[in-house]
């Protein structure tokens, strides 16, 4: 992570705090009170087999569930892995609501977590609107990996793999 991401992981953390109306998850059952399961340890950072290069069905059925984001590529210059101390997931109950997850370990200046913050959400095609954020553009889906456009600094493509 380098200062740049900062103002994003800022923006997102003042979203509103989660409550017990976190229900399950798609892929599996979350505990309202720890939607993140931050009993289980981050997904080792492995590139998928491969990306997907369309969008396998509707985002509003491949979205709901646990994913983390694993990798960043900065302006097209490839992706690179965001490491072992930065463990970051996105959780969608259902269609209306988006839980950030983070928590930022290790020797660096930046120290997170862990942290929790959930919110309303609204897709408008394959942009998740966020309050409050700028959201992200879903570019390319499948069941497992999804690739996201973080729409405060356009040159950066998430890489999220479901968990």
């Known amino acids: ?6 103002p994003t992981i800022a923006g997102l953390l003042g979203l509103l705090a989660c ?10 059952a ?8 931050w009993d289980d340890p981050p997904l080792p950072a492995e590139m998928p087999p491969s990306l997907p290069q369309g969008q396998e069905g509707p985002l509003a059925d491949a979205l709901p569930g646990a994913w983390q984001h694993t990798f960043i590529d900065k302006g097209g210059r490839g992706y690179e892995a965001l490491g072992d101390t930065i463990d970051i997931r996105f959780v969608f109950p259902d269609g ?4 950030y997850c983070q928590h930022i370990t290790g020797p660096g200046p930046v120290k997170i977590g862990p942290a929790t913050r959930a919110a309303p959400l609204r897709l408008e095609g394959a942009q998740i609107v966020l309050p409050r ?15 996201w456009r973080n729409n405060r600094r356009p040159s950066e493509t998430y890489l999220l793999q479901r968990r």
């Open 1 to 6: 992570m380098t200062l740049r991401t900062l």
């Open 19 to 28: 409550t017990a109306a976190c229900q399950d998850v798609a892929t599996r």
């Open 30 to 37: 979350a505990d309202p009170e720890d939607p993140c399961a």
């Open 96 to 99: 209306e609501r988006f839980v």
């Open 133 to 147: 954020a700028p959201g992200y553009t879903a570019l390319a889906w499948s069941k497992d990996v999804m690739l």
